[in-house]
């Protein structure tokens, strides 16, 4: 049984999925195995839904009540993952802020704080509502960073492919902000401001397996360099995210080239979905550094 009341205390927070589609369930089963963690609620709107099912079968409970299941529930949770949709994103967080919530934004709303565990996870406990800003972002924005931290950038272009059966109704109805959100953060956390990012959906058979391709444009470029730091950030990726992996590493005449590959570790979504492993492990470690942190508190 989950003890909501002590959950600082026993090192293990309450947590609650909204939204039942493919990101949902596969983090549904991420947290499962959480050493840190105890699910408490999957909710969704229709009950004969593939994800609800899947929760009940699993021995989650399940709700149909949106946010308002969340807020009705017997006691708050500690952490809401939001697996819903980016225009109803601030709504949720404004429900579940007088519960003291920490809410952690798997939808391209632009909203919270942007996080990348591997670049500011300290930024994690100072806010309570953390974006993950999209699945592009976490496998482009910890490789750019590093690179904008040893070169003098003046151009980036992020191209993310991912395969038709892997992205999902609401993914498809927040293309827009999937793309703002992306360049957004490229800008913020690499500190150039002429960005450009494109997602693809490929229909291919079979399924693309998830990548990102970078094309820069910078100063003092070379293959050898761009690698050193390259490798050294896509090390620090593959400790949450295992399917990790760079394909590509080159420049040329001020001219820089990266591509990575995501594959899934293999829960509920087939393997050439990295996109949703990368993001919903990123905010797994996400919740799991906030339980951390918390139980640090309680000891001090």
């Known amino acids: 049984m989950i003890d909501y009341g002590s959950g600082t205390a026993s ?28 699910l408490g609620l999957v909710v969704g709107r229709d009950q004969a839904s593939s994800g609800l099912r899947q929760a009940h079968q699993f021995g989650v409970p399940v709700a149909t009540g949106g946010v308002q299941s969340l807020v009705d529930f017997e ?10 949709n980016a225009s109803s994103h601030a709504e949720h967080v404004e429900k579940l802020a007088p519960l003291g919530t920490m809410v952690i934004d798997l939808t391209p709303s632009r909203t919270g704080q942007m996080i990348f ?31 904008s931290q040893a070169h003098e950038i003046d151009y980036i272009e992020v191209v993310t492919t991912a395969a038709t059966l892997s992205v999902g109704r609401w993914t498809r109805m927040n293309l827009d902000e999937y793309v703002d959100t992306t360049q957004e953060a490229v800008r913020c956390f690499t500190g150039v401001t002429d960005v450009k990012a494109i997602l693809n959906i490929s229909p291919s058979r079979p399924p693309a397996t998830f990548r990102v391709a970078m094309s820069l444009l910078g100063k003092d470029l070379t ?10 950030a896509a090390a620090e990726v593959r400790s949450f995210a295992r399917g990790f992996e760079v394909k590509a590493c080159t420049a040329n005449d001020g001219k820089g080239f990266v591509a990575v590959e995501v594959t899934s570790s293999g829960d509920r979504v087939p393997r050439y979905a990295g996109n949703l492993d990368i993001i919903n492990s990123a905010a797994l470690l996400v919740a799991e550094s906030y339980a951390a942190d918390r139980l640090s508190m309680q000891v001090e």
Do not use: E, W, Y
């Open 11 to 38: 090192g293990r927070l309450s947590v609650a999925v909204l939204g039942a589609g493919l990101i949902g369930i596969d983090l549904m089963t991420k947290i499962a195995r959480s050493d840190h963690l105890d």
């Open 75 to 84: 006691q708050p949770f500690d952490v809401v993952f939001d697996a819903t």
């Open 117 to 147: 565990p591997t670049v500011n996870r300290a930024d994690i406990s100072a806010h309570r509502d953390l974006s993950m800003v999209s699945c592009g972002g976490q496998a482009a924005v910890p490789i750019l960073h590093a690179i």
């Open 223 to 232: 293959t050898d360099s761009l690698r050193s730091v390259v490798l050294g």
